[in-house]
């Protein structure tokens, strides 16, 4: 593939390195809103973003338009997902996005659904909370990650309870505020995700802790090649069969 890399920071740089290796070439690396000469005249197939909160909307959205399919791993820009989503839509285009490229990752999304759908109808019982370290460069807090984990607790495991359990307003109020979210920035840390399910005589804990960055960036170059030749709004989810 001949990738263009928007965002040309600790990851895009790690991104290359391994998008190299993987015998992909490098045609362009950038650190701003390229123009679509910049992009149509490099002979692109596909672009992977992992810029900044303030610029990513407008990188996915000149990609889309110009018939470049895109992977994005920016956070902090959500709110603008869903117009993304239909420009995607209007353009036939093709995008990928996910907050975390982890493959395992991914998988402990799943796991996480899973425990919480099992624990839903004994939620009064437990307190849940999210804690992510992340490096002192990160500039979301919490991190995409979290709020992941958080909106997959508080939507999609209630959803799977709607038809079976009476009371749902007051069930869903008292979930929503057993969720505390902790968030650390530290040295030297990569990303590390633990999530609680506390009793007053238990507790559960799932975690997840990266060493490299290299996982995130092979996950990415990974849903890069699984991109080519589709189109449409996929995720992780979607390009792991999950």
Known sequence: M???????????????????????????????????????????????????????????????????????????????????KNICIKNNGSFLYSSNFSISMNIFYEINKKLSILLLPFSKKYDISIKEIHHKEKKDKP?????????????????????????KKKLIKNYKKSILIESKRCENVIGEHIVDYKSNIEKISIKHKAYSRNIFAIGAIISAEWLINKKGFFSMKDMLGL
């Open 2 to 84: 001949n990738i263009a890399i928007i965002g040309y920071g600790k990851m895009g740089k790690t991104i290359e390195k391994i998008a190299t290796n993987r015998n992909h070439n490098i045609q362009l690396c950038y650190d701003k809103t390229p123009n679509k000469n910049i992009l149509l005249n490099n002979s692109i197939d596909i672009v992977i973003e992992f810029s900044q909160p303030y610029s990513a909307f407008e990188n996915i959205k000149i990609c889309i338009e110009n018939n470049i399919p895109v992977v994005s791993g920016t956070t902090g820009w959500l709110q603008q997902l869903n117009e993304i």
């Open 143 to 167: 991190s995409g990650t979290a709020l992941h984990i958080a909106n997959d607790i508080i939507n999609i495991g209630m959803k799977n309870y709607w038809n079976t359990i009476d009371n």
